[in-house]
């Protein structure tokens, strides 16, 4: 196998069109026996997918991370927005279409011991993702095919695994078979839904740098959705932080973990356990829950949790602010008339 | 949060504190007949009083099995198949052997002296009843009868206590967040003022935010009534925030006992020290990890010797036939509080000294311990 960095050459000043691209994503799920009310899952969210670049879309659970994935991968119809692929709209439900969109865009799924079918050996599995994919390879190019993916995911020597049934095999050994199935179809982006967290702490660093690996190789640019904001610094380019289906911060991910501006972000980073910190720890009390998605509260929709939440929080959703060169956070706090609230709250800042 | 002064404590702890739940020895098997896997093999733990007792370990190396084993809660097909578990209240005295108590004993023990918060507050509570009679109804069932009017009271107590508003008594579990549900569960566990808690992955189901406010809920309630914790989880880096004593359990045993501090800075069994760098951390530098490694073990196919020496970076000939018990490590004069289950802290067995990684002699690290508690 060629070692992953020889590969990498293309040359760092071209500026890149984004492979994949959401505007104003919004997806509102209907309330059951109502004309009226709907579920706020997605909120207008922008999103740019770079060749070679991970982004990290992190949020607690119900913040809609995983109903992006899902409107990404065209799986859901999207109540409002666009997804633009290589620049141009794509609308596909099913067939031919979607089938072509499919080729590109690629999704991992949470949890290995559901996603993979237990009565269809590895082989069948992979097969039918080369036979979809490739439809003109002959018998001995697909077996080739076959061999590569394994060998790719570093299950090897790939016969040991061709021939075993999903219950055979570990969940680290699951999910690198999933990985290989979404490399089948020789995508450009990769949907990661929460690769690891079902897998064992000891081998998620594993998993995770296989995809790093990967990423280098084939040039793919891949969206990184977790909980885990930890995980994000180590692995994405660019962190971008969700909030009750919207984005409320966005940005390097080590400016954005190592100086969050968004209240909820500190919040989030504050909580995490960290052993390193054990004695500065920053002893504001976490409060709240996230809010109703059915009746979101009006203006911010922190504001029932913010410490910081002044009046026009309440009643003006905020727009995108610019902190710093290359971090933007929706929160009132950054708007140029607040430098008095902002510096009551953090104290001065560069 | 407290961090205990570091310099005062390993020592105090070995003399000093009462033990009150005694692990002796404890071994489980699933299964009745000759292919029963073995899950837990000649386990020993003490839990002292007042003390947070963290079980970190990956799926199926046998923590939850232990807890289980320990309350005699193991549903079929766990057999306990040796030793004792010793329950010694602090405050009467009273207690004796778990595992050989009658039923009658068993249900006037459980709850009053050891109460246990299972994984997953979604399915431990009847979704066909409110929380308020399933609060209710544990709390009179271990008091006189007739008295369900103090029943009730005590439950709005510990619906306050646990930070739920009252008027929440009479709603369903799927009425309720996830985080309040495991509040629910945790004051169920406090109803009758026990002084164990044992918590199975109480927050692993819960975003960060939540588990922050749950485990300081918890340590605040800790250190008001002065239960003992035995904390269960798969995330190492949680219990070095909260626990005083961490035991790191792999394919069935315990592989090593050490202060939360000490697993740390100064880990000394290799999986110990494998597991702590698959975290990426949230500051500090950016560093390639690399994780441990090949797979968890199949308890159904155990390798032979030490369970771990297949993924092991310092595996030498005798950790293939020889299987380590927990003992002390190479620096017992030192440590004497502390115990490893490896053969490198073997001097009989170990090829040469013990690898830098797993040897920081616990005086060096003497100056950073005075950073981080002044600092």
Same mark, same amino acid.
């Given at each position: 196998m060629p070692t992953p960095h020889e590969e990498v050459t293309r040359s760092e000043t071209q500026v890149d069109a984004p492979v994949l691209e959401t505007i104003g994503l919004t997806k509102h799920f209907p309330v059951h026996r109502s004309r009226t009310r709907v579920v706020h899952? /997605?909120?207008g969210i922008d999103i740019q997918l770079l060749r070679g670049k991970v982004v990290a879309l992190v949020g607690e659970s119900g913040s809609g991370k995983s109903t992006v994935a899902r409107l990404i991968a065209q799986l859901l119809g999207s109540t409002s927005g666009v997804i633009k692929l290589d620049g141009a709209p794509v609308k596909a439900h099913a067939g031919r279409a979607f089938r072509r969109y499919v080729r590109n865009v690629q999704m991992i799924l949470q949890d290995p011991f559901a996603s993979?079918?237990?009565?269809?050996t590895v082989r069948y599995v992979l097969g039918r993702s080369i036979r979809i994919h490739?439809?003109?390879?002959k018998k001995a190019e697909r077996a080739e095919l076959l061999s590569g993916l394994l060998t790719q995911v570093d299950l090897v020597p790939p016969e040991r695994y061709l021939?075993? %049934? *999903?219950?055979?095999?570990s969940g680290g050994q699951r999910q690198r078979v999933a990985i290989a199935r979404a490399l089948g179809a020789t995508p450009k982006v990769l949907l990661a839904d929460?690769? /690891?967290?079902?897998?064992?702490v000891s081998i998620r660093i594993g998993v995770l740098n296989l995809l790093q690996n990967l990423k280098q190789k084939f040039d793919l640019a891949i969206l990184y959705i977790t909980h885990d904001i930890a995980s994000a610094r180590y692995f994405a380019d660019t962190t971008m932080v969700m909030y009750a289906g919207q984005i409320i911060e966005r940005g390097p991910s080590e400016r954005v973990t190592q100086h969050p501006a968004h209240p909820y972000t500190q919040l989030l980073i504050a909580s995490a356990p960290d052993p390193d910190q054990l004695t500065g720890r920053d002893e504001r009390p976490a409060k709240g829950e996230p809010p109703s998605l059915i009746t979101? *509260? *009006?203006?911010?929709?922190f504001n029932p949790r913010?410490? %910081?939440?002044?009046?026009?929080c309440l009643t003006q959703q905020p727009p995108v602010f610019q902190v710093g060169e290359d971090q933007e956070a929706?929160?009132?706090?950054?708007?140029?008339?607040a430098s008095v609230e902002r510096e009551a709250a953090f104290g001065v800042r560069a | 949060m407290t961090l205990v002064?570091?310099?005062?404590?390993p020592v105090a702890i070995a003399s000093d504190r009462k033990p009150v739940l005694e692990i002796r020895n404890l071994s489980v098997d699933y299964g009745?007949?000759?292919?029963?896997?073995?899950?837990?093999?000649d386990v020993s733990l003490t839990l002292h009083a007042g003390e947070v007792l963290g079980l970190a370990g990956e799926s199926g190396s046998g923590k939850s099995t232990l807890a289980y084993a320990a309350t005699r !809660?193991?549903?079929?097909?766990?057999?306990?198949?040796g030793g004792e578990v010793v329950f010694t209240s602090s405050r009467d005295g009273h207690g004796g052997d778990l595992l050989r108590m009658s039923d009658a004993e068993l249900r006037a023990q459980r709850w009053r002296d050891t109460a246990i918060v299972f994984q997953g507050a979604m399915n431990s509570?009847?979704?066909?009843?409110?929380i308020g009679k399933q609060l209710i109804d544990g709390i009179a069932a271990h008091s006189?009868?007739?008295q369900k009017e103090a029943a009730k009271r005590r439950a709005l107590e510990l619906l306050d206590m646990v930070g739920i508003?009252?008027?929440? !008594?009479?709603?369903?579990?799927?009425? !309720?967040s996830g985080g309040m549900r495991q509040r629910v569960m945790i004051a169920m566990a406090l109803a009758l003022e026990p002084e164990v808690v044992i918590m199975d992955e109480?927050?692993?189901? !819960?975003?960060v935010v939540m588990q922050r406010q749950i485990v300081e809920q918890v340590m605040s309630l800790k250190n008001d009534l002065g239960f003992s914790v035995i904390f269960i989880t798969h995330d190492v880096s949680l219990l070095l925030e909260l626990a005083d004593r961490i035991a790191i359990m792999y394919g069935g045993n315990i592989v090593e006992d050490a202060s939360a501090r000490e697993v740390y800075?100064?880990?000394?069994?290799p999986y110990t020290a494998g597991l702590l760098h698959s975290f990426p951390p949230l500051h500090g530098p950016r560093r390639e990890l690399r994780g441990?490694?090949?797979?968890?073990?199949d308890l159904m196919h155990l390798p032979t010797g030490c369970n771990f020496h297949p993924r092991?970076?310092?595996?030498?000939?005798a950790c293939k036939t020889i299987e380590p018990a927990l003992g002390p490590t190479r620096f017992e004069a030192e440590e004497p509080h502390r115990s490893v289950a490896c053969l490198l802290h073997d001097p009989a067995v170990a090829?040469?000294?013990?690898p830098v990684e797993l040897g920081v002699?616990?005086?060096?690290t003497s100056p950073l311990i005075k950073e981080s508690s002044t600092s």
């Open positions: 899952a /997605v909120d993979l079918n237990p009565i269809h490739h439809p003109k390879a021939d075993k %049934f *999903p219950h055979e095999l929460e690769p /690891v967290s079902m897998l064992d979101p *509260p *009006p203006g911010c929709r913010c410490p %910081f939440a002044m009046e026009r929706a929160c009132w706090l950054y708007a140029e008339d | 002064s570091p310099t005062v404590r009745y007949d000759d292919n029963a896997v073995h899950a837990l093999q !809660l193991l549903p079929p097909p766990g057999v306990i198949t509570l009847n979704p066909v009843y409110t006189p009868r007739g508003p009252k008027d929440r !008594l009479s709603s369903y579990p799927h009425q !309720l109480p927050t692993t189901a !819960l975003d800075r100064e880990p000394r069994h441990i490694p090949g797979s968890p073990p092991c970076p310092f595996a030498f000939d090829p040469g000294p013990v002699r616990p005086t060096e």
